[in-house]
Structure formats: C-alpha cells, structure tokens
C-alpha cells in the first residue's frame, strides 16, 4: 500500500506501508542508532513524535516480548529507508511489521531517510502527517501544517500509568524508590530493581503528599514526552519535594526539576535522539557514550550558580546535560543512563542514586 | 592532557613484505601513523624491509631503513638512533612479534626504549591462548569450553562433558598438525587416539566447536584516560569456520538487537582493559550461537588490524591517525573528529549505509591449490562496497573485485534458462556445505533452482537474513526477465535499489549497456551520491567521502 510523508513545509515523501493504515500527524524526528528499532518504538518519549531512523535496514531482528520498554508503542509514526520482510534471530517473537499493526502506528518504508534527515538538521523539526489514504498533496500539506506539533502541549498525560503500581518489592532491599511515571522506560525500574531497590510507579499527577505517604528513600522523576513547560502540575510536585527526599531525574525529569528549581527551559532545533552522544562528567572528566532522546534543554544560565553546579556537557554541542545541587539531595541528567538502547557507560549515575539515599540514613525524617 | 614532550624519537616498525594476510592494509596504518607523529613534531624512524610501500617513499619519516625487520637488525637500529619510544602496534603482527623479542632479549631495557600504544605484557596476554583465556574467565566472559586430555580414558571424559562437535588440537606439534574435529564418539576417539600420538607429549586439547555460530567483530579505540569508544561493529556473513580475512563481512551487525550488542560491547570494552592495551585500537572477535545466543570471546588482536583498515574506511573514523595520536599522550575528547570538525573523535560512528567487503581469490593462477575455505587464510585481497542496502553493497562489491562479474550472476546457468537435473543439484548442495571461494555465487544459483531459504541456511550456516537478501537480488533477476518486454520505471528503479549494473541488466533485458542507461535516464532514473560522514548526517560534514546509491 502507498504511504506518505509530508511535512508543513510542503516537502512530500512518498513510499510503502508496513504498518496500520490511516493517517497520523506529529513532529518528524531523526534517530540514529543503528540498532534497537524496538526500545525506540516502546519509548512513550516519543508521544507526538514521528520517528525516522538513520539507519537504513530496520526489521531485522523482529520484535521480541523482553526488550519493549513500555506496555505499547506511543509514537505516532515510524519512517525507514528499508523493511525487511524477514526477521531472523533467535529470540525473536513476531515481525516489526505485524507488531506496528496490531498496535495501529503507522509505518512507512523506501523514504530517503538521510534526505529527510539533512532537511530536518537544515530547518529544524517540523510537524508532518503520515498517511496511507489521502494522497492529494495539498491536503497533507495542511493537515500538517494545522497539527498540534508539541510545544505547550501535556503529553505526559497519555503516557502515564492510570494508578499506582509495585514493580518490585523484595525482602533484603535496602531503599524504597518512588517513580513518577511521566512516561517511564521500564530499564529505570529494571535498574532501580537491579540495584535491591522497592520500586513503586505512581501516576504523573500524583501529589508530593501521595509521594512522601509512600514513606520513600528517593524519588526518580522519569523520562517522558513534549514539553516540560506545559506540565506546571508535576513540576508544583517536584518543587515541593525538593529537600524533603533525594531525588534523581531524568531526561524530561532533569527538566522539570530545573524548571521546578525556578529555571527555563529552550527548544532545541532538531534534539539529540541517538545512542552515540559523548557526554563528559565534568567532575570525573571522564567521557561516557550515551542514549539520547530530547528535543527540549535546561537553560543552566537561569539557575542560581550558588546552589546549582553544572556536572554534565554534551561534547558534540556543548550543551549542559547535567545538574546537582551543591547542598540539597537531589541531581539529574538529561541523557538516558538507564540507556536500552545504547551503552551502558552511564549507568554508574543509578549507584549515585543509591549513594544519595544512602547519606541521609535516616529516611523516615522526610515523611 | 597534552601530548608528551619526554619523548623525542619514536621508532615505527613496518609489515615487510606482502603475503596472505598481511597486505597493504599495515602500510596504509603505518604510512598514517608516520604523518601524524611527524606532523607532531616527532622524530620518526622507520624500519621496513619492502620498499615498495607508500611508508618507505622518502617523504614519509624523517630516517627511512629498508632491512630485514629482525630482532638483530631492529637491534642495530635501535643502537644507532637510540629513539625514546617504539610504536608497534601498527604494523601488524610482525611488528608486534619482533617488539616481544626485542623486550625478551633485553634490548629495549637496555636501550631505554619505551613502547607506546601497548605494553608488552598487555601484548602478550593478547596473544598467548592461556593468558588470553585466563584474562577472559577474570572478568567473567564465557569462552569455547575446553580441557586436556592425556590418554584416550581423559579424553572420552572430557568429550562427555563438553559434548559435540570437538575440535581435537595436539600439544606441541608443528602449525596445528594433527588437528581435527570430530562429530561424535566413534570419530572422535579415533582422532583423539591419532593425535594423542602425534604429541610429543602425548596430551591433547580437547575443544568445544563453534563451527557454524554467528561470527562478530567490534573494533575498539582506548586513550590514557580509560575512555572507551567502539567504531565499528562487522558481521561476517560467512559463519565460524572460515577465516574472518575469507569471509564476506558486513558492517554495521545486521541481526542482533541492541541488548545483545550492547552485552557484546561490555565484554569488549572489559576485555580490552584486562587485557592491558592503555592506547590505541584493538580488535575483538565474538562467536553467538545462533539458537541460544550463548556468545563467547574468540580472540582479541591488541594492535590495528586488517579490520581496522576496514572499520577505518567503512566509518570515516582514521583509526591509526588517532591511535598514532593516543599513543603520544592525547585523549580522545582533545582530537576533533576530521570530518565534521566542530564534533570531538570521542564518539561512536552512526553510520546510514550498509558496507560489504567481498574477499578476493586468485586460484585461478595456482591451479594445483585447494580452494575450499577453512581456518587459515587464502585471499589476497578484498573488495569494499558501500550502498544503502545490503544486496546494492553486495552487489556493487562482487563487481568490484573484477573478476568479470558484474553483480550476482550465475555461474550455473544462463538466465533464463535454468536447466535442473540432479547432477546440478547435487554440485550446488556440496558448494554450499563445503565454504569455497565461488559460494556467493551458489547462493545466487541455489535460489535460481527454486531452493529455499531453510535448505540453504541447514547446507551453509549463512544466516537467514542475509539469505532472505539473495532470495530478494533473483527475485528481481526473476521479475526482470518476465517483464523484459516492458519495463516500469518502478521496476528499473527496483533493480538498481538492489545494485544490478547496467551490464547486468542488458544481458538480462537482451540490450546492451548503453540501451540501458538511456532507457533509465529517460525514466528519470540517476545515480545519486551520498556522503560518508561518521555521524549520519546529524552534523555538517567538510571532508567527507561519497560513495554511488540509487535511493529514491
């Protein structure tokens, strides 16, 4: 079936379908790692977004029940240069095509990813549609061009868990963690479990009441989807958390508690979505290759110096990836140490987690 | 940190001569390592015994010796020119044995000569099987399963533990003599009693086979502050058993989730550290079984090797320049990548292509040689191909290699005119069970004889993904001679995605060459070309390289 891709700009791709039929609209993003097409696809960071892989050969290894990180696909729409039709290794469980299907995202394939690449680098992200039944290309054009895009827009809301949930609970543990689901990888709880944690999941709207009646060691404010600016209830939560419990953020979460520590933050012009991303730990010096998945940034010159040190940079772009807080028990990074896809050179911040909850000794005092 | 200034004078070995093995690959890595360090303010003295290499033209270092390279030559040299530092992890394995003897006999303590990129002993753990092994248990990574055996009682017992297939390998024989491999117990204590014979010692070893698992390579860069980059990652599409240098290989891996090559890039990166190489590129061999996905370490070359030229050229990443750099006390954050210039070299390359390299074969002029493939290596050369898919990559190398075929023709037939009969049949199962220099080609008729891909992949090991893209090249050839009478633009564009030349085509379509190039230019079909850029288009790229594609 023909497929299309056209972006607000009046560029048009046309080629096949693989995936559901329909029609789809979000802003086109380029990845570019060249493996773990499923991570990608069940990362709910990617709500809004239509993902392009820079790689050209996607399917290959099928989709299997173990590596998704989420509980479905939430992207809006997946763009490769090549489909295979085959899907060849032993732990595969279905093929990528029947997978995007029976989750109705649509997929498109025989696009010039590296074209649409260069276009989006060239003029920055852009809203598109992705459709397989309409092929009048002025009418794509404007229905891309009257989408929602993502800036302003609360998509965590889509994302998170309905209610409350224990992803593990275990005698022996030491710590109890509470996670703010904003659209979680389940490798942050596979961490956190892997590091002898209690891992609750609690809702995005949860109230830091809630939170702290969880009695937690730490709180992990996840990763998650658009723009962290529209979410002034989660970050009314985090600020009210601050030097009550440790806390650790990630991606979306280092940019709400940079928001919620009263800082900005900016759109970049085409994000950071790969698994190659050199990040230097400015206080080991040490360069960590990182997974990377963020169109938004915190703006580190609108933090207050005195209490806020940088502690992380993208060594690509320079751009601060990471924070601590010179006497309060929290940091976060914007990158992605729980990785899956991509190296594992940064999971050495979830033992800081751990170090952070281990200082206070007494965590009953925050409840 | 900066690069060093205590030392002065640094002292390259070259490759020597050109056999099997250890081709121009050495000279391209050495002649690189020349330039940079030169271009450093070092002074370089080089010793390499052929002169018809690009390293030894005047220009290259600052003193050149053509001599034996030898523990006693490279001695005199090294008393002559009393350099500072020796590099040699550049020049291949002959550089590398010489460096050990020279260490063992007590030459470069007595000079002062320091080696740089790898220390001896991370040289020798590399290189010696029981220190390699021992490393590897240390940090954890499963490896073939193995034991000694002394007489034929041990040796049944040891084959009951690891089970079938063994590799039987006699201690202390000459070049492996005596080595075997056994499919069951009959066989086996047949071999093992022959080899327990042939040992001087009368001890064997006693190994499990990974002969047919899934083959990887990931080639790895290390600097002085323990930063670890991986720059390329190569799947062999030929599975263990044949030499890596005789094997048809892909880069990036095609067939493994990122879980799986991400525990594969932990085990590289652990190994290197073990194992001791403090600067520089190393190249790390993995066998998977391709039903469990059980992966164990094969070995680890500690110096830049024939895949380094490879990854090198495959990536855009210069792997000997910035090993050659490292060497002299650079960090990899403190180089800036070449390509993109405003991105530092202390990455890993995205790269948005697929690469083949087809080995090359000459037994056309030995007509008395065996040209089945095994464990030792028998090319002598190679073919690179770049294309945005598997089957253009492959194709586009097969023609490479200039022995007049110009993408996957057959060598059975004459499309299409496929005459099977069992004798036929027959030659195409036995090519395919038994690795030769002409496989490919096999696959190709195979396919053309209606075989399918289960039958295939049970006769090579070959995985299926990229059996499936043979299946999808005479498919095509298929669709194109049904339709030669009238042929789409959609199928054109179809064949040329999928890297069938011109000359291909007209002998398909019964035009000739410039017929088709008119034919599809009047389509609106045209080459485009596509840049090697080590980042896959995220940054602007200044010195990049292109390679042809027909993407639409």
Partial sequence: ?367 | MPKRTDIKKILIIGSGPIVIGQACEFDYSGTQACKVLKQEGYRIILVNSNPATIMTDPEVADRTYIEPITAEMVEDIIARERPDALLPTLGGQTALNTTVELAEKGVLKKYKVETIGANIKAIKKGENRKQFKAAMKKIGLDLPKSDQAHNLQEAVAVAKKIGFPLIIRPSFTMGGAGGSIAYNMEEFKVLAKRGLESSRISEILVEESVIGWKEFELEVMRDLKDNVVVICTIENFDSMGIHTGDSITVAPIQTLTDREYQKMRDAAIACIREIGVETGGSNIQFAVHPETGRMVVIEMNPRVSRSSALSSKATGFPIAKIAAKLAVGYTLDEIPNDITRSTPACFEPAIDYCVVKIPRFTFEKFALADNTLGISMKSVGEAMSIGRTFKEALQKGLRSLEIKKFGLESLTFNPPDIKINNEILDKICQKLKQPNAERIFYIGDAFRADMDIEKIHELSKIDRWFLHNIKEIIDCERQLLKNKGGISQELLKKAKEHGFSDKQLAKLLSLDEAGVYSLRKSMGITVDFKLVDTCAAEFMAHTPYFYSTYDR
């Fill in chain 1, 1 to 367: 079936m023909q497929a299309y891709l056209v972006l607000e700009d009046g560029t048009v791709f046309k080629g096949l379908s693989f995936g559901a039929s329909g029609e789809a609209t979000g802003e086109v993003v380029f990845n570019t790692s060249m493996a773990g097409y499923q991570e990608i696809i069940t990362d709910p960071s990617y709500r809004g977004q239509i993902v392009a892989m820079t790689y050209p050969l996607i399917g290959n290894y099928g989709i299997n029940k173990d590596d998704a990180e989420s509980r479905k696909p939430f992207l809006e729409g997946f763009v490769v240069k090549e489909y295979s039709k085959i899907a060849s290794n032993w732990r595969k469980d279905q093929e990528l095509g029947e997978y995007l299907k029976e989750n109705n995202i649509l997929a498109i394939e025989g696009v010039d990813t590296r074209k649409l690449t260069l276009h989006v680098r060239e003029k920055g992200a852009m809203k598109a549609v992705l459709s397989t039944q309409d092929s009048n290309e002025q009418s794509l054009i404007n229905k891309a061009k009257n989408s929602m895009g993502l800036v302003g827009l609360d998509l965590v809301k889509d994302v998170t868990v309905a209610k409350k949930y224990i992803y593990q609970e275990a005698k022996g543990n030491k710590y109890k963690v509470v996670v703010l689901d904003c659209g979680v990888k389940y490798n942050s709880l596979r961490e956190l479990a892997r590091h002898k944690c209690d891992v609750v999941v609690l809702p995005a709207q949860a109230t830091s009441k809630e939170i702290l009646e969880e009695n937690p060691d730490g709180v992990l404010l996840s990763n998650g989807p658009g723009d962290p600016a529209a979410l002034d209830y989660v970050i009314k939560t985090v600020a009210s958390l601050i030097g009550k419990v440790p806390i650790f953020g990630i991606c979306l979460g280092h940019q709400m508690l940079g928001l919620a520590l009263g800082g900005k933050t900016y759109k970049l012009k085409f994000g950071h979505h790969g698994a190659n991303h050199p990040v230097k730990d400015l206080r080991t010096q040490k360069v960590s290759i990182t997974s990377q998945n963020h169109g938004f940034c915190v703006d580190i010159d609108s933090l207050n110096k005195k209490d806020i040190a940088l502690t992380h940079v993208n060594l690509n772009d320079g751009t601060p990836e990471g924070l601590r807080h010179k006497k309060l028990p929290l940091f976060s990074v914007q990158f992605h140490p729980e990785a899956s896809p991509g190296p594992h050179d940064a999971g050495y911040l979830f033992a800081e987690f751990i170090e952070l909850m281990h200082k206070p000794k007494k965590p009953k005092k925050y409840a």
